[in-house]
């Protein structure tokens, strides 16, 4: 699995819904994404930018199906999620591109 960094702005619908209903919208997230095979690490809330922003754990069609789901109801205006990899995988990488690095043949070259 793989871990995002999931970004996704509230339409005014949902805002309205909020501040007329107040709940806590970490249970109601966390249950959709478990639904869908997708474990939430952290959630955030960016009010400046009224948006929330996540680190989720899934396979790439799971956080499609959570993009598909929370877009089709209206809650979001816009979901972005980005796969983030940790320092250690990071540095792995690193090694792997320097060892084939030296027979890629640049286009410009």
Same mark, same amino acid.
């Given at each position: 699995?793989?871990?995002?960094?999931?970004?996704?702005?509230?339409?005014?619908?949902?805002?309205?819904?909020?501040?007329?209903?107040?709940?806590?919208? =970490?249970?109601? &997230?966390?249950?959709?994404? /478990? %639904?869908? *095979?997708?474990?939430?690490?952290?959630?955030?809330? !960016?009010?400046?930018?009224? =948006?929330?922003? &996540?680190?989720?754990?899934? /396979? %790439?069609? *799971?956080?499609?199906?959570?993009?598909?789901?929370? !877009?089709?109801?209206?809650?979001?205006?816009?979901?972005?999620?980005?796969?983030?990899?940790?320092?250690?995988?990071?540095?792995?990488?690193?090694?792997?591109?320097?060892?084939?690095?030296?027979?890629?043949?640049?286009?410009?070259?």
């Amino acid at each position: 699995m793989a871990l995002y960094l999931a970004r996704a702005k509230y339409s005014n619908a949902a805002f309205k819904g909020m501040v007329d209903n107040p709940q806590d919208r =970490e249970a109601a &997230a966390n249950k959709l994404f /478990s %639904a869908l *095979n997708v474990k939430m690490h952290n959630l955030y809330f !960016s009010v400046s930018s009224a =948006e929330i922003v &996540a680190i989720m754990e899934g /396979s %790439a069609e *799971n956080m499609a199906a959570v993009e598909m789901v929370t !877009s089709s109801t209206g809650t979001f205006s816009s979901f972005e999620a980005i796969e983030i990899i940790d320092s250690k995988s990071m540095t792995y990488a690193m090694g792997t591109a320097n060892k084939v690095v030296s027979a890629y043949q640049a286009p410009n070259k």
